[in-house]
């Protein structure tokens, strides 16, 4: 059984007059007749009765052409859908983000997806830098929004902007009811930090920070969810790490744990944001993201471009 006899079928269905059924398909009438007869060989059953005064579908015609029909428009839905997802006007692009690119990226970018794309479905998947790379490397991952440049040929990167970090304390710490403090008195400090491989880019720049105060850190705590560092500092006399985005947000926890923010200065730690994808990775649904992200610029985080604290001084 081919396609193209079931149209021919629906077309002798539809018009009940070979005559005018093959006008329709832009065939001969011979050529309508055989492509009929070779479906009805194909079932083994006479699909259609045909005399010098009528065309008629047998019942079996009748009952064939209700799953014809079905089986033409699904073909034609299918093709349809094939071109819409080589075109990137369907299908799914799947992106990593981190906090604030959740905050500060993805709510402009989304918009103009709708708006431009209205039948692609972007997943979202929030996750640490060293994670996301790793489902992006394995496919998984269409596009991820971290931090830092990636150092690899295997993937591509655009810079969206750059985000300063602050220290998370306790209520009860004694910088809590400080607007700023100076990076250098973090020597005194015990610290809550993280794998470097959750968030090489973050890390790098907080032990950059410490290396142009001339001090180091002392670590007493690790953690590797950014949530429980808000839980840790509440309950320790430590200082943990976020960027401004997720530091201002910590207020709000539904634990009821509020953690407060000190902004940090000489130096103020900055990291990077990043849109990465895959290098061989030219499909039209990653195209249309990045063009998206690309219209929704620019974008700003909190304090990205305020001075630091002057009254801490």
């Known amino acids: 059984m081919e396609f ?46 045909r ?35 080589a075109a990137g006007r369907t299908g799914t692009v799947n992106v990593g983000y981190n906090f604030p690119a959740g905050q500060h990226i993805l709510p402009t970018t989304l918009a103009k997806m709708t708006s431009d794309h209205p039948d692609v479905t972007v997943g979202l998947w929030e996750k640490r830098t060293g994670p996301q790379l790793a489902e992006l490397a394995a496919g998984t991952l269409d596009v991820a929004l971290v931090y830092g440049r990636p150092a690899t040929s295997e993937f591509q990167y655009r810079r969206l902007l750059q985000v300063p970090m602050v220290a998370v304390v306790g209520q009860g710490h004694r910088w809590a009811g400080r607007p700023g403090v100076p990076f250098a008195e973090l020597a005194h400090q015990s610290c809550i930090l993280f794998d470097r491989e959750q968030c090489p880019a ?6 950059a920070a410490a290396q142009r105060s001339g001090i180091a850190l002392n670590v007493a705590y690790t953690v590797d969810d950014p949530s429980a ?18 530091g201002l947000s910590a207020g709000s926890s539904a634990l009821g744990v509020r953690p407060v923010v000190v902004q940090l200065y000489d130096p103020v730690p900055m990291i990077e944001l990043y849109a990465v994808w895959r290098t061989d990775d030219h499909t039209p649904l ?17 304090g990205e471009r305020r001075r630091p604290v002057e009254a801490a001084r």
């Open 51 to 85: 005399t010098s005064h009528e065309v008629r579908l047998t019942p079996a015609g009748r009952a064939f052409e209700t799953q014809a029909r079905t089986i033409v428009t699904q073909v034609r839905k299918a093709a349809h859908t094939a071109r819409e997802a």
């Open 229 to 246: 560092t808000a839980i840790v500092v509440s309950v320790k006399p430590l200082v943990g790490f976020a960027s401004m985005s997720r």
């Open 286 to 302: 990653v195209e249309a993201f990045l063009d998206c992200l690309d219209a929704a610029r620019p974008f700003h985080a909190p």
């Open 202 to 207: 973050m890390y790098d720049a907080i032990l």
């Open 4 to 49: 193209r006899h079931l149209q021919s079928f629906l077309a002798i269905a539809d018009e009940l007059h070979f005559g005018r059924a093959a006008a329709k398909l832009h065939l001969t009438q011979p050529s309508l007749s055989q492509q009929l007869q070779r479906l009805e060989r194909s079932l083994g059953v006479e699909l259609v009765a």
